[in-house]
């Protein structure tokens, strides 16, 4: 059988110089290797300039060119980003006006108030769920609640509402919190509720009329801020898989059915798994047939967010 299929000849094949050939990879792109005592502008500068290492430069050059520019750099969060200790980074970005605005999921609304209420969060689900005790610590259900209903009364949405209770009760750890830190600074922070994903939703205080018109002011509020995003803004989704992703394609949606220009934008998903709706609400969709650029990058938010707000703040004068 092997002689029906005889041997191709290989001294026929035609090659070409190496030196003609276009190549990924340069000598110029790769990394250097550290020098002890350096200073972090050196690191960055010595990180390779090739696949993540281009697109983190390129997503902290868009942030920065974004703030020059007075365009907004909207910030969506997912609870994680919170559980694992990155507020402080962020209510930085804030207080130097690198971050312009905030949404966020019911999730950070509970880990932000427990953090600044009780200086700890994140409780074992899996211990709690076997006796029905997993979410049903008494403050956090009835101050949140009780800050959306009157925050409802007041005509603010959830995350100003909220903001301005942690704010009035002078809470211990306030300096924690990225809704205290919004009320504070002026700046828009905006909640997006699915009914029944909370622990709060649970407790007898929740008001189903007040959180879903507080969370529905919320999304028009981000409409708003969306459709200021044309000519350079930019939207960085920080570890919301589903959610969020939603939210903002919807926004998005509605922002250019009203006749604004959300065009020359950039996007970004930054979370330690990319997953469908993110890539697709967030890096593409929003993106296609030239209206910007997204990105994806990689990582542990305990470690990426950090090394990209340190960037931001190396890069910025404000």
């Known amino acids: ?133 997993f979410g049903m610590a008494a403050e956090t259900g009835e101050m949140i609640n009780q800050a959306v209903t009157e925050g409802r009364a007041k005509g603010w949405g959830f995350g100003r509402a909220l903001g301005e209770k942690i704010r009035t009760l002078k809470l211990p750890h306030e300096d924690l919190s990225l809704f205290a830190a919004a009320v504070r600074l002026g700046l828009p922070a905006t909640v997006h509720v699915a009914i029944g994903t909370d622990i709060v939703h649970m407790h007898p205080a929740c008001d189903g009329a007040a959180v879903g018109e507080t969370t529905l002011r919320d999304f028009h509020l981000l409409t708003a801020l969306v459709a200021t995003m044309g000519g350079g803004g930019v939207y960085l989704n920080l570890g919301s898989a589903v959610l969020l992703p939603e939210v903002f394609v919807k926004a998005l949606t509605v922002a250019r059915n009203a006749g604004h220009a959300v065009t020359d934008i950039t996007t970004v998903n930054c979370d330690f798994l990319q997953h469908y709706r993110p890539t697709q609400n967030v890096v593409r969709r929003p993106v296609s047939g030239g209206a910007g650029k997204g990105y994806a990058l990689t990582g542990h938010h305990e470690l990426l967010l950090p090394l990209l707000c340190a960037a931001l703040v190396e890069g910025w004068q404000g």
Request: a positive charge; hydrophobic letters at 45%; glycine letters at 10%.
């Open 1 to 133: 059988m092997a002689e029906e299929f005889p041997r191709i000849d290989l001294t026929r094949l035609k090659t070409y110089p190496l030196r003609s050939r276009s190549s990924k990879v340069q000598a110029a792109d790769l990394g250097r290797a550290w020098t002890r005592g350096g200073r972090l502008t050196e690191f960055l500068q010595r990180l390779p300039r090739i696949l993540a290492g281009s697109d983190f430069r390129a997503v902290v050059a868009a942030i920065l060119t974004a703030r020059r520019r007075s365009k907004p750099v909207i910030a969506g969060v997912g609870g994680h980003v919170i559980k694992v200790g990155c507020s402080p980074h962020m209510i930085d970005l804030m207080e130097r006006g690198v971050i312009t605005a905030l949404a966020m999921n019911g999730a950070c609304a509970i880990h932000d108030f427990e953090l600044a209420y009780a200086g700890f969060t994140s409780e074992d689900v899996e211990g709690g769920l076997a006796a029905g005790e």
